[in-house]
Nanobody
Framework: QVQLREVGGGQVQAGESLRLSCVASVLPGRTFDRYAFGWFRQPPGKERVFVAAISLSGKTTKYAESVKDRFIISRDNSINTTYLQMNDMKPEDTAVYYC???????????????????WGQGTQVTVSS
């Protein structure tokens, strides 16, 4: 099973930026680019919701309306890493952020629909006003 490790959470002021990284350990014989990846978040006292997703090749991305035009998801298949660049952050972005992995050769829409094969442990992001 792929292990996902999120790095980069912390506390920022409103309007600032933060970048999360998700490093995936891939089993021998399998490749990182077989999987779509994405990010979900869970604000305090609320349910976990979709944030962003990126296709196997990285050519297609999708975003929740609340983060569109502020967040950018990307991936580097050479180092098994997915990124979430968060710009112009707002207090409502405060949440635990989770890296997620799709099923092998799965479509990006599967992640949007919560067809998740694997979750990271989560990292806290806090935005102060």
């Amino acid at each position: 099973q792929v292990q996902l490790r999120e790095v980069g959470g912390g506390q920022v002021q409103a309007g600032e930026s933060l970048r999360l990284s998700c490093v995936a350990s891939v089993l021998p014989g399998r490749t990182f680019d077989r999987y779509a990846f994405g990010w979900f978040r869970q604000p305090p006292g609320k349910e976990r919701v979709f944030v962003a997703a990126i296709s196997l090749s990285g050519k297609t991305t999708k975003y929740a309306e609340s983060v569109k035009d502020r967040f950018i998801i990307s991936r580097d298949n050479s180092i098994n890493t997915t990124y979430l660049q968060m710009n112009d952050m707002k207090p409502e972005d405060t949440a635990v952020y989770y890296c997620v992995q799709g099923h092998p050769w799965g479509h990006i829409d599967g992640l949007v629909g919560s067809e998740i094969a694997n979750w990271g442990q989560g990292t806290q992001v806090t935005v102060s006003s």
